[in-house]
């Protein structure tokens, strides 16, 4: 699907030690997925709206 490609893609503009601030819809949803795969390599995830921190929250990608 072109939103996880684009998930998928958007994983390569973190670097090391990012604050990585996310929004709220579907895209956002498949990226909140991804975060798990780099999830070592940031600090700390925000979030615009409660659902995406509801989300994030119930997939454990948000490091604490």
Same mark, same amino acid.
């Given at each position: 699907e072109l939103k996880q490609q684009a998930a998928i893609a958007a994983l390569e503009y973190a670097k090391k030690h990012s604050v990585i601030g996310i929004g709220t819809g579907?895209?956002?949803?498949?990226?909140? /997925?991804?975060?798990?795969?780099?999830? +070592?390599?940031? /600090?700390?995830?925000? +979030? $615009? +709206?409660?659902? $995406?921190?509801k989300w994030a929250s119930s997939k454990a990608t948000c490091p604490s």
């Open positions: 579907s895209t956002v949803e498949c990226f909140i /997925d991804q975060l798990a795969t780099i999830k +070592s390599k940031i /600090d700390m995830v925000v +979030s $615009s +709206s409660e659902r $995406s921190t």
